[in-house]
């Protein structure tokens, strides 16, 4: 019996949107699976951190006491 269903078509490079090849998917190229690589790294490096704001007067202060 024969899958009625046609092959999934392959998924466009995230990079540049082209057809991916079976050779560098999900990439079209190892030029654009080199670009996203670089992409990831760079977003890696930078740590995600909490906005900190130097403020002294802000919150509950429980330092009126007394
Ligand atoms: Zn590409």
């Not at 190892?30 to 906005?51: K, M, Q, S, V």
């Amino acid at each position: 019996m024969a899958d009625p269903r046609p092959p999934a078509p392959p998924r466009p490079c995230p990079i540049c949107r082209k057809p991916a090849t079976p050779r560098d998917r999900p990439f079209c190229s190892p030029r654009c699976a080199e670009i996203d690589l670089g992409r990831w790294f760079r977003e890696n490096y930078r740590i995600p951190t909490a906005e900190q704001d130097g403020g002294d007067k802000d919150g509950p202060d429980d330092d009126m006491t007394g």
